[in-house]
């Protein structure tokens, strides 16, 4: 693995997430995991590119992705696509599970960031688990 | 420039603004927070600097005309990410906290653990009760 990729609406978010735990003293501990955090354009995605091809970018760029998003199921959700084709060492995609707390309050976003933290560091157990929240 | 228009998104992401990724189900417990169409737009002038409070309005005028409807698939997202991750993800995070901990340095450890000291504190807040269907937010 090599970093993490917001999904597109919440480039903004990840951004006040690690921008929150910088200001807060995490920054070398974050630091020290050496991830990228890329964006849409810098791996040739479009901003409205399908989620399937969101994720098998994702698992050919050894990104972790991040969304805030709620989606309904559906044959070409993101939820389907995992299930069709994600292998045992698939990266997860990680859902931010309270967007608005994510802006509102200070004490989730840092919970959130030590949950993202965790699930990066140790990625290779939270490999082939899909979809995990950061809740 | 955004137009202010409304399409299914595909994807499962339902009704969002035509020429985004931005889906009125993402939104929702914004609003039910009680933020105002600017707050909501504000937080996602990353990645869409054109956004405006007249998009979310006109959403959340999408979702005061399809009520129940919205609320049933909201109900059930919200039951999904409340069901959250399974029990093994949830029981290795609790185990390795400390060992987490120990990287920091002692004043930050001692913030950080007390960021998950209470057990209400170690995951989301309460999910908020949305009002009775049939009764439209005050956007």
Sequence with gaps: MRGVLPDHNCEGHVTRLLVAARAAGYGDFWDALGLAVESFAAVGLHPRSPDSDVWRTCQREQLVLVTVNRNHRGPDSLE?????????????????GDENAVIADRGYALRAFIRLF???????EHRGAGRLYIP | MIPLEIEDLGCGRGPGLKGT??????LIPARLAGNTPEDIAERFRVPYPDLTAAHIELLFSYMDDHYD?????H?????????????WVEEQFRQNLPRL???LPPELRARTEALFAE??????AAPVEP???????EG
Excluded: F
């Design chain 1, 80 to 96: 389907a696509v995992i299930r069709a084709e994600g292998v045992a060492d698939s990266l997860p995609v990680l859902t931010i």
């Design chain 2, 131 to 137: 009002p009775p269907l049939g009764q439209p937010v």
């Design chain 2, 119 to 124: 057990p209400a504190k170690a995951g989301r």
């Design chain 2, 69 to 73: 409807e919205v609320m049933a698939v």
């Design chain 1, 118 to 124: 965790d699930y990066l560091d140790r990625i290779g």
């Design chain 2, 101 to 103: 901990l120990a990287r």
């Design chain 2, 21 to 26: 990724k931005l889906n009125l189900y993402t």
């Design chain 2, 75 to 87: 109900h059930e997202i919200q039951a999904r990410i409340d069901r959250g991750n399974p029990p």
